[in-house]
Nanobody, 127 residues
Framework: QVQLVESGGELVQPGGSLRLSCATS????????MGWFRQAPGKERNFVAG????????LYGDSVKGRFAISRDTAKNTVSLEMNNLKPEDTAVYYC????????????????????WGQGTQVTVSS
């Protein structure tokens, strides 16, 4: 089992930046691919970014490419999402997700590919 706790969400103005963190605990010794998803009010949860166990492979949703960056610190068991040039449409609850994998380069894009989820952190982009 893997436990995930997100932090860093808050109110930010359009054009601003924010850094989300996801702390992992539990059985983290095996290969774990990580991802960030988000869900806006009244909408389904969508893929934002993902990173492989090794950290060498990353994927991004089309709407955040060039603005968001995912990274991981294996020693600290954390995954971060750096968000720049934030827009009102980035407003959502952001969720951290994880899954065990034998592949060091695997990254999942779909909710169904992840087994463990955090409780979410609210990001609001508004002036």
């Amino acid at each position: 089992q893997v436990q995930l706790v997100e932090s860093g969400g808050e109110l930010v103005q359009p054009g601003g930046s924010l850094r989300l963190s996801c702390a992992t605990s539990g059985r983290t010794g095996s290969g774990i691919a990580m991802g960030w998803f988000r869900q806006a009010p009244g909408k389904e949860r969508n893929f934002v970014a993902g990173i492989s166990t090794s950290g060498t492979t990353t994927l991004y949703g089309d709407s955040v490419k060039g603005r968001f960056a995912i990274s991981r610190d294996t020693a600290k068991n954390t995954v971060s999402l750096e968000m720049n040039n934030l827009k009102p449409e980035d407003t959502a609850v952001y969720y951290c997700a994880a899954r065990y994998t034998m592949s060091y380069s695997y990254v999942g894009r779909k909710e169904s590919e992840y087994n463990f989820w955090g409780q979410g952190t609210q990001v609001t982009v508004s002036s």
